[in-house]
T-cell receptor
Framework: KAGVTQTPRYLIKTRGQQVTLSCSPI?????VSWYQQTPGQGLQFLFE???????NKGNFPGRFSGRQFSNSRSEMNVSTLELGDSALYLC?????????????FGPGTRLTVL | GQQVMQIPQYQHVQEGEDFTTYCNSS?????IQWYKQRPGGHPVFLIQ?????EVKKQKRLTFQFGEAKKNSSLHITATQTTDVGTYFC???????????FGIGTKLQVIP
């Protein structure tokens, strides 16, 4: 079974730009969660999508948004980038949801904002 | 909201010594998961505990879930260099809710 894939793996953007990250979950997994990982803050939950609906949301500003498609692939978008958005963005898929089943993480997208 | 505290944040041990990381939740959990992230890698699922007082073992790793389902620990016996990485706990509120990750414990093993 193929694992979780994320594209692109690396991104360099400047302040004020917007960015879209993509995540393809494991086949058969309907839940996709997004996390922001920074050295001082650990893994911060952004949002979770299940069957194309946002089921849970973390405490991030509205500049962070996401969506899920009918094939369970998910995208997250960050608009008006700030320097503090530099981080590793991880997506994780699970069969029914992160509190039900183990999560399988992708390799992440390393975003650098200059 | 739910908070999950994890200590210590860093631990250096000599190879062969034991290691323990602890998690405490501000609320009663439905379950707790543990993940390991190797340097430069992504988190990998280790185990999920769901029952009060549950203890599970995986070779040299022992996982415990407290009686009140508010705390958990991971103990590694006789550490090896392959144990290097960051260990995260993640507390689940149950149902279709999210899990909340602890900040992680970064383990360095000195050969």
């Amino acid at each position: 079974k193929a694992g979780v894939t994320q594209t692109p793996r690396y991104l360099i953007k400047t302040r004020g730009q917007q960015v879209t990250l993509s995540c393809s979950p494991i086949s058969g997994h309907r839940s996709v969660s997004w996390y922001q990982q920074t050295p001082g803050q650990g893994l911060q939950f952004l949002f979770e999508y299940f069957s194309e609906t946002q089921r849970n949301k973390g405490n991030f500003p509205g500049r962070f948004s996401g969506r899920q498609f009918s094939n369970s692939r998910s995208e997250m978008n960050v608009s008006t980038l700030e320097l503090g958005d530099s981080a590793l963005y991880l997506c994780a898929s699970s069969v029914e949801g992160p509190s039900y089943n183990e999560q399988f993480f992708g390799p992440g997208t390393r975003l650098t904002v200059l | 909201g739910q908070q999950v505290m994890q200590i210590p944040q860093y631990q250096h041990v000599q190879e062969g010594e034991d290691f323990t990381t602890y998690c405490n939740s501000s609320t009663t959990l439905s379950n707790i998961q543990w993940y390991k992230q190797r340097p430069g890698g992504h988190p990998v699922f280790l185990i999920q505990l769901v029952k009060s007082g549950e203890v599970k073992k995986q070779k040299r790793l022992t996982f415990q879930f407290g009686e009140a389902k508010k705390n958990s620990s991971l103990h590694i016996t006789a550490t090896q260099t392959t144990d290097v990485g960051t260990y995260f706990c993640a507390g689940g509120a149950g149902g279709y809710q999210k899990v909340t990750f602890g900040i992680g414990t970064k383990l360095q093993v000195i050969p």
